[in-house]
């Protein structure tokens, strides 16, 4: 059982970092490293992908507009189920635009998993801003 436990907890420090990894990347070979040819993504801006090309050409597109880009994981969840794993985040996003610019935003953000040949491949990412007025980044419990 404690080999299953330790196995578990490594999973998730790797899926920890690789997001983590993701968030400080400022280019598109970065931010698509851990990921699988055939993974699906929408992110922000409205933005839908199937495979790591158009990724690629709108991270590198989206990132030369830009002085830098801080993220900080204000909230963090992690679970694995078997060879599937999903990360979920709460983001606080600070953007310095090459023209002086700054932009600052709450995004939440869902990595979705699997561990192929031995590794963990992202699959699936959903990132976006919350609608509907002014939130906090706290997420509510029961």
């Known amino acids: 059982m404690k080999n299953t436990n330790d196995n578990r907890q490594r999973d998730k420090e790797v899926l920890t970092s690789i997001v983590k990894e993701m968030a400080e990347s400022m280019t598109g070979a970065q931010s698509t490293r851990h990921w699988a ?7 922000i801006p409205a933005f839908a992908s199937r495979g790591i090309q158009p990724a690629l050409k709108m991270f590198d597109s989206v990132f030369k507009g830009f002085r830098s880009c801080n993220i900080e994981v204000l909230e963090e969840a992690v679970t694995i189920n078997g060879d599937m794993g999903i990360v979920c985040t709460i983001q606080k996003v600070h953007i310095v635009l090459k023209n002086g610019d700054t932009k600052r935003a709450l995004v939440r953000q869902t990595d ?3 561990r192929r040949g031995g590794e963990w491949k992202l ?11 002014d939130w906090d980044g706290k997420i509510v419990t029961a």
């Open 123 to 133: 699959i699936h990412e959903h990132a976006s801003f919350p609608a509907g007025g």
């Open 112 to 114: 979705c998993f699997e």
């Open 37 to 43: 040819e055939d993974a699906l993504w929408f992110d």
